[in-house]
């Protein structure tokens, strides 16, 4: 059980005010759509993609071992967050 409450808070605070959350926020803006419909609309894309990702990172598993999909991925996060860090405000 440990690991589904990390997975839901990584991806929940993951999707925080990013731009997906973002362009949904907009789009319910919009008084002439339904709000269930573009709720429907976002989970589904969330759901799909999140299929996709289990997918290859399925398939990457039988190639690369889980320790270092970890390590690069883990990597990849602290890259991006010293970019976004140190590239704001320029």
Do not use: C, N
């Amino acid at each position: 059980m440990k690991v589904y409450v990390t997975v839901f808070l990584s991806v929940f605070l993951a999707e925080l005010g990013d731009k997906t959350q973002l362009a949904t926020l907009a789009f319910a803006t919009d008084a002439s759509v339904s709000r269930l419909g573009i709720f429907v609309a976002a989970a589904g894309a969330l759901v799909l993609s999140t299929a996709l990702a289990v997918l290859v990172g399925t398939q990457m598993s039988e190639w690369i071992a889980p320790r270092h999909l970890r390590l690069v991925a883990g990597a990849g996060f602290i890259a991006i967050g010293a970019w976004l860090l140190l590239t704001r405000g320029h």
